[in-house]
């Protein structure tokens, strides 16, 4: 038989192993239809090298493919060695051509740039598009350490996920940048091989874009422009989509804080910023599932979706060691982290999902000390909160579907005439261990995804409470609060009208409140929404207005009957001049749009004279009543039937 020369051998078993990071399918099958298929697109996919591709059609002979065994992997061999060993051995360099075109393109189908390293990381063979992402032809590449073409601030973290590989087996997808010296590239996608049994070679397949399995959407979305990985929303999505799709092998959620990362960033400049926080996502993402499944929620708080073997005491070390080197002052972050496990065996995935989305949000937003939910405070670890969770929504699902719970009122009192208005509907949960506060079950079943199913049901309570009051002669105008994430969902809205149509009756005298609006997307769609509770006489409420920066978009883009002005600036109205005067503006805005307005806070005769000054026609607070069960106790509680409307200019 003909030896083969190094060069040759080499690009076979580099083809070969690159073939092998994508597909774990008999590559001998489905080699011929693959090329054919990339040969019929060939110059549709600009930025392809596909000339090898075109090569290997043209020049290998036609002949009749006869049927192989898939090849068996023996114990302690890599596929590519199973592949030599379960097929036929190429005999003849007609042979060889047709192994290689079939291995070329496959490896090409999901790569630009192919490169096979030695030990030392030093590039060996490259093939592809490497002068359109590195400014050098292949030729060029070969003999160059191929860690001089990734930009500065991320070869540390991927030498260390490289050599993290010299066990052998598949590097998952990493997201890396590369450099011609003068400019860098768009982040590229890094996956390949390393195979103790070819030498302890590297090979690597690098395709342009980033992004990962079909699955999971477009995940180039919603990123953190410095680091490159998740925000948090994305990231919680990711884990719901790997949940739904469900896995053979468990992994973790590892949660991590960074001790004095905001200081750290005061005592760097923009560019040590940047770089840092690229540094950072690039030694993240390489212990992440798929290399990208991590995220970076704020400064000092990231997330990991690892598998069970991720090494995350030696991540810890990575973070405080590239934190201190790029510290002025030498000082670094402390990494603190929590894990659990995600296991579809213990939970149901919808459980599950909403155990980590509520873990991830207490995480970030109870970060100040002030909360509950602290990594100091929580010695046993994420797996009791996630227990306790699935626990706690499984009871308050129960809850709801009994109703086992109670409904307060407190008034919104006409502050000319003193007289409730209306009265809005609180929730009281009989059961304390469920939630100890009204804030806290909302916001509790917002994060855990089940507002939808209390929303509906409080509509249901407050309405056959109206209906069997009126049969008693009593009618009041009740408003509901709804969050935004119930008005997003369709299923809801269908639900709501549906019920609404049962209760006719209560027309007029039914009133919603929106809340949470800040964390509506589609605000078009749920104006629809709005627009269709209006026709059918429906009053809606826009609350906490002013409290976020998106507040006066959200009162342009939603048609809305009143305005419940957020506590803060009737508390700032109190305190100055300067907050008087925001305090007036904001009423005078919606006396225009001819939105009536509703003051919080209202605790003591001089808040109620301060709304009155600035044109605020009702207020709501401890000043007239706290929320009660007994609607009764409240003086003058016969509420007015009528619209509500803006106090006119001349009653100011």
Not at 100 to 107: E, G, I, N, T
Not at 129 to 147: E, N, Q, S, Y
Not at 298 to 312: P, Q, T
Not at 639 to 648: A, V, Y
Request: aromatic letters at 6%.
């Amino acid at each position: 038989m003909k030896a083969f020369s190094a060069s040759t051998r080499r690009r076979r078993n580099l083809y070969r192993a690159v073939a092998f990071v994508k597909t774990r399918i008999d590559l001998w099958d489905l080699a011929a239809p693959v090329k054919r298929r990339l040969v019929r697109r060939r110059g549709r996919r600009p930025g392809r090298n596909l000339s090898l591709i075109y090569w290997a059609h043209h020049d290998r002979p036609r002949r009749q493919r006869t049927a192989r065994q898939r090849p068996k992997l023996r114990s302690g061999a890599s596929p590519i060695t199973a592949a030599s060993e379960g097929s036929t051995a190429p005999s003849s360099q007609g042979d060889l051509r047709g192994e290689r075109d079939r291995f070329v393109a496959l490896a090409f189908c999901a790569a630009d740039i192919l490169l096979e390293l030695d030990p030392n990381l030093v590039v060996v063979y490259a093939a592809g598009a490497t002068k359109v992402l590195t400014g050098a032809a292949p030729d060029d590449i070969t003999g160059r350490p191929f860690l001089n073409i990734v930009v500065s601030d991320e070869r540390d973290a991927l030498r260390d996920a490289l050599l993290g590989a010299d066990g052998g087996g598949r590097i998952g997808e990493l997201a890396v940048r590369l450099t011609d010296g003068s400019r860098d590239s768009p982040p590229v996608g890094l996956s390949g091989y390393h195979l103790p049994d070819m030498n302890g070679h590297y090979f690597l397949a690098l395709r342009m874009g980033m992004g990962g399995k079909a699955e999971f959407g477009d995940r180039r979305r919603g990123r953190d422009t410095e680091s490159g990985l998740f925000d948090r929303e994305s990231f919680t999505d990711l884990a719901k989509a790997r949940l739904a799709r469900g896995a053979d092998d468990p992994y973790r959620l590892t949660l991590l804080r960074l001790e004095d990362m905001a200081g750290l960033r005061g005592r760097l400049d923009a560019e040590g910023r940047r770089s840092l926080a690229a540094t950072l996502g690039t030694c993240l993402r390489a212990a992440s599932l798929d290399g990208d499944s991590a995220a970076r929620f704020d400064d000092e708080h990231y997330g990991v979706l690892h598998g069970l073997g991720a090494d995350i005491e030696g991540l810890k070390r990575q973070i405080e060691t590239y934190s201190t080197e790029a510290d002025p002052a030498g000082r670094g972050v402390t990494a603190n982290a929590l894990s659990v496990d995600i296991d579809l065996a213990e939970m149901s995935e919808t459980e599950l999902a909403k155990a980590m989305v509520y873990a991830i949000n207490r995480f970030c937003d109870d970060s100040d000390g002030a909360g509950a939910f602290t990594l100091g405070k929580l010695s046993a670890g994420l797996d009791d909160l996630m227990q306790d969770t699935v626990t706690r929504i499984g009871r308050l699902k129960q809850a709801i579907e009994a109703k086992a719970f109670d409904v307060a009122f407190q008034p919104i009192v006409d502050l000319g005439s003193l007289r409730p208005h209306h009265f809005e509907a609180l929730v009281r949960m009989r059961d304390d261990e469920i939630v100890s506060h009204a804030y806290e079950f909302v916001t509790f079943a917002e994060d855990t995804g089940i507002i939808c199913e209390f929303d509906l049901a409080m509509c249901a309570r407050v309405l056959d409470w109206m209906a069997e009051t009126s049969l008693q002669g009593h009618k009041h105008v009740v408003a509901v609060n709804l969050s935004g994430h119930s008005l997003a969902s369709p299923d809801f809205v269908a639900k709501l009208h549906a019920l609404l149509k049962t209760h006719s009756a209560a027309g007029p005298n039914l009133m919603f409140e929106l809340t949470e609006s800040a964390k509506i997307k589609d605000l078009d769609a749920v104006n629809r929404v709005i627009a269709s509770l209006r026709a059918a006489g429906h009053q809606v409420c826009l609350d906490d207005f002013g409290a976020g920066a998106a507040a006066f978009r959200y009162l342009r883009a939603l048609e809305v009957d009143v305005v419940k002005i957020d506590g803060a600036y009737v508390r700032n109205a109190r305190e100055s001049l300067r907050g008087r005067a925001f305090l007036k503006a904001m009423a005078g805005l919606c006396h225009d749009l001819g939105i009536a307005t509703v003051g919080e806070m209202v605790e003591d005769e001089t808040t109620a004279d301060i709304l009155r000054d600035c044109g605020l026609r009702y207020g709501q607070g401890y000043l007239f009543g706290r929320p009660s069960t007994n609607i009764g106790a409240f003086e003058a509680a016969r509420t007015e039937i009528g619209s509500l409307r803006p106090l006119r200019r001349a009653d100011r």
